[in-house]
């Protein structure tokens, strides 16, 4: 299944990418967050693309990636070729994320 994220802002950078062929690097997740996101997810969908490097390293989204795996196959990514803009996209989707939360819990 492909799972398109709703909130792209930079067209871009944006690459098509497949799950199975990112490399996580955040082993350590909390599991009740996970379990939320992915409950979410199937619920409103993906909100933001993960951030991935030119070697699909994943560098943002571990929490959404490890809630998605199981079910999905392809997503769209952010491709970052330097920390700066890395650190940038990270805040910029911990923004939206942040602005959409009560939307994505039912508050809204």
Known sequence: MFLKPKKIIFKSLIKHVNIKDLKPRQINNNQEFVDKLKNNI??????????????????????????????????????????????????LNSYIWFDQKDTLNGNK
């Open 42 to 91: 199937n619920k409103y969908g993906l909100l933001c693309p993960l951030v991935v490097d030119k070697d699909n390293n994943l560098l943002d989204g571990h929490h959404r990636y490890w809630a998605m795996k199981n079910f999905c196959s392809e997503t769209l990514a952010y491709v970052v070729r330097d920390n700066d803009m890395d650190k940038f996209l990270s805040k």
